[in-house]
């Protein structure tokens, strides 16, 4: 016979349970662990009620099992052995002893015992359930009272706690305001069209060694342009008159070429402090809520408060105001000049009194704009009217009502699954 070779057809299969339970494991090791009193009432072949397992009129008497000789104690009808009988259920002292039970032959044999020796702490006449835990378990443990106002403390602490970063931006947004402002009134100034419409306007006063308003025009708008592009000392110093002559000395190239530097230092501060103007700007709009409106109504109130103070120190004594303001720039005996030099004759004491109130003038109207666009009122702090105050009020005690549900959750998950069980 080899492996090929075809079963019989009327081969039966061998008999492999000799206890004729269909139902019971073939090996030990695949038995459930609560099946102890059965084995051991295999093993020493034992009755339900103690004595030894021999049955008279069989061949149990020759050393077999009660199982094995086709009479189990649960088929006799025992009433120990019977599944659902009330000794069975209700534990009876031998079982609970430890006796063995039963030759377990079968597996409602096993489920006898298994409870039979469960304690009895079940009311008679009620089986054993399992209990799942339920979803809302959790919720029903409450923690202690100091442990829930310390998270609420902690909770309204957050609230309260602002962020440092936006109050930084906002700082920097209002101290950057009027330095940008002064820049660009600066540039304003610095232009051809300022110094077109000072030489064309009227009481402008006039050259007196021969400068024409056209030649005014023409050398100022030399120098002007030259504190703008990037050009050399040349660019000034090898310019000429009608006559021939160089029209800047050396000194006064000097003296330009020390303006034009701080002017271009002036112009790049002001181009970074705008950059970052723009990134805080962007930063608070994103991370506060009207944050750009608070550096912005700061910073224009810092800039009439600096704009009106020096306004005052010019008008108090604008010689003295001038002269100092070119010693913080500018090295001692650098910036003087004669009556008959280009310099003074291109750009007279009025034109630097002109330029400065032109400036401050410039810096105000910015300044009063903005604090007038940025002013805080009620609408723009987000407050609502007094006729809307007992709305708020209402839907803060919604707010309240919603919290203190959120709160009693256990309770009332409880009381939902108490009942959906009494509904069950």
Same mark, same amino acid.
């Given at each position: 016979?080899?492996?090929?070779?075809?079963?019989?057809?009327?081969?039966?299969?061998?008999?492999?349970?000799?206890?004729?339970?269909?139902?019971?494991?073939?090996?030990?090791?695949?038995?459930?662990?609560?099946?102890?009193?059965?084995?051991?009432?295999?093993?020493?072949?034992?009755?339900?009620?103690?004595?030894?397992?021999?049955?008279?009129?069989?061949?149990?008497?020759?050393?077999?099992?009660?199982?094995?000789?086709?009479?189990?104690?649960?088929?006799?009808?025992?009433?120990?052995?019977?599944?659902?009988?009330?000794?069975?259920?209700?534990?009876?002292?031998?079982?609970?002893?430890?006796?063995?039970?039963?030759?377990?032959?079968?597996?409602?044999?096993?489920?006898?015992?298994?409870?039979?020796?469960?304690?009895?702490?079940?009311?008679?006449?009620?089986?054993?359930?399992?209990?799942?835990?339920?979803?809302?378990?959790?919720?029903?443990?409450?923690?202690?009272?100091?442990?829930?106002?310390?998270?609420?403390?902690?909770?309204?602490?957050?609230?309260?706690?602002?962020?440092?970063?936006?109050?930084?931006?906002?700082?920097?947004?209002?101290?950057?305001?009027?330095?940008?402002?002064?820049?660009?009134?600066?540039?304003?100034?610095?232009?051809?069209?300022?110094?077109?419409?000072?030489?064309?306007?009227?009481?402008?006063?006039?050259?007196?060694?021969?400068?024409?308003?056209?030649?005014?025009?023409?050398?100022?708008?030399?120098?002007?342009?030259?504190?703008?592009? @990037?050009?050399?000392?040349?660019?000034?110093?090898?310019?000429?008159?009608?006559?021939?002559?160089?029209?800047?000395?050396?000194?006064?190239?000097?003296?330009?070429?020390?303006?034009?530097?701080?002017?271009?230092?002036?112009?790049?501060?002001?181009?970074?402090?705008?950059?970052?103007?723009?990134?805080?700007?962007?930063?608070?709009?994103?991370?506060?809520?009207?944050?750009?409106?608070?550096?912005?109504?700061?910073?224009?109130?810092?800039?009439?408060?600096?704009?009106?103070?020096?306004?005052?120190?010019?008008?108090?004594? @604008?010689?003295?105001?001038?002269?100092?303001?070119?010693?913080?720039?500018?090295?001692?005996?650098?910036?003087?000049?004669?009556?008959?030099?280009?310099?003074?004759?291109?750009?007279?004491?009025?034109?630097?009194?002109?330029?400065?109130?032109?400036?401050?003038?410039?810096?105000?109207?910015?300044?009063?704009?903005?604090?007038?666009?940025? @002013?805080?009122?009620?609408?723009?702090?987000?407050?609502?009217?007094?006729?809307?105050?007992?709305?708020?009020?209402?839907?803060?005690?919604?707010?309240?009502?919603?919290?203190?549900?959120?709160?009693?959750?256990?309770?009332?998950?409880?009381?939902?699954?108490?009942?959906?069980?009494?509904?069950?």
């Amino acid at each position: 016979m080899t492996e090929k070779t075809p079963t019989p057809p009327n081969r039966q299969d061998p008999h492999l349970d000799p206890a004729d339970d269909t139902a019971e494991p073939a090996f030990d090791w695949m038995k459930p662990a609560g099946t102890g009193a059965g084995t051991a009432a295999n093993a020493q072949g034992t009755t339900p009620a103690g004595h030894t397992s021999p049955v008279p009129g069989t061949d149990a008497g020759k050393g077999q099992p009660a199982a094995s000789a086709g009479i189990p104690a649960s088929r006799a009808g025992s009433p120990a052995s019977r599944a659902g009988s009330p000794a069975s259920r209700a534990g009876s002292p031998a079982s609970q002893a430890g006796t063995p039970v039963s030759q377990a032959g079968s597996r409602a044999d096993r489920k006898a015992a298994e409870s039979a020796v469960e304690p009895a702490a079940e009311p008679q006449g009620r089986g054993t359930h399992f209990r799942e835990p339920l979803p809302t378990s959790a919720l029903q443990v409450r923690p202690p009272q100091d442990e829930v106002e310390r998270r609420n403390a902690e909770r309204e602490l957050a609230n309260n706690t602002k962020p440092v970063l936006p109050r930084v931006m906002q700082v920097l947004l209002a101290v950057f305001y009027p330095l940008v402002l002064l820049v660009l009134a600066v540039r304003a100034v610095a232009s051809p069209l300022f110094l077109w419409v000072e030489y064309n306007r009227p009481g402008f006063p006039g050259d007196g060694y021969g400068f024409s308003a056209d030649d005014r025009m023409t050398y100022g708008s030399y120098a002007v342009d030259y504190l703008s592009n @990037w050009s050399g000392p040349r660019y000034l110093g090898e310019l000429v008159n009608r006559s021939g002559d160089a029209l800047f000395q050396e000194g006064e190239v000097s003296h330009m070429a020390d303006v034009k530097l701080v002017i271009l230092s002036t112009f790049g501060g002001g181009a970074l402090l705008i950059l970052l103007g723009i990134i805080a700007i962007i930063y608070l709009r994103r991370r506060s809520t009207g944050g750009v409106r608070r550096g912005l109504f700061a910073g224009s109130v810092a800039t009439l408060v600096i704009i009106l103070g020096l306004g005052t120190l010019a008008a108090l004594g @604008w010689q003295q105001f001038f002269t100092e303001f070119h010693r913080i720039f500018f090295a001692n005996g650098t910036w003087t000049f004669a009556l008959d030099d280009t310099l003074i004759r291109l750009f007279p004491g009025q034109f630097w009194v002109d330029s400065g109130i032109v400036i401050g003038a410039l810096v105000l109207i910015a300044s009063v704009a903005t604090l007038i666009l940025t @002013w805080p009122t009620r609408k723009r702090r987000g407050l609502a009217r007094k006729t809307n105050d007992k709305d708020t009020d209402a839907q803060d005690a919604s707010a309240t009502d919603s919290e203190a549900g959120t709160t009693d959750l256990p309770d009332a998950a409880q009381r939902r699954t108490r009942g959906n069980s009494a509904t069950v």
